[in-house]
């Protein structure tokens, strides 16, 4: 699961940033409110790639699949991109889940 989520979180970074460059068109946004936000969302979804299998760290995720939705308010598109990362968020964790069984399986029958 660890790696399916990460992948996941790294390409939200980018969009992350990317949503941050065309937030700054917004007039009524100063770039330091736009930078301090992306910035925050962009370090935690760095650092949850390294919480996904400690309590809450999926859970963490889910709150950034949502924070991407609804920041859709600001950068329209996010809905769309949101909604997709949300998916692929929900795709990795239960695919993740999932592949980590098969594994443990095998390494059961390999001993």
């Known amino acids: 699961m660890r790696t399916l989520c990460a992948s996941t979180l790294i390409g939200e970074f980018f969009v992350i940033g990317f949503a941050g460059l065309v937030a700054m068109k917004d007039d009524s946004l100063t770039m330091g ?7 925050v969302l962009m370090a935690l979804s760095v650092l949850l790639c ?18 991407l939705i609804l920041s859709g ?9 949101g909604a ?28």
């Open 33 to 39: 409110t736009v930078w301090t936000v992306c910035g």
């Open 50 to 67: 390294g919480m996904i299998t400690r309590p809450g760290g999926v859970q963490l995720g889910w709150a950034l699949q949502v924070v």
């Open 73 to 81: 308010f600001v950068v329209p598109v996010m809905f769309f991109l």
């Open 84 to 111: 997709v990362f949300a998916g692929l968020w929900w795709a990795s964790v239960h695919f993740g889940r999932k592949i980590d069984v098969a594994k443990a399986k095998w390494a059961a029958q390999a001993q």
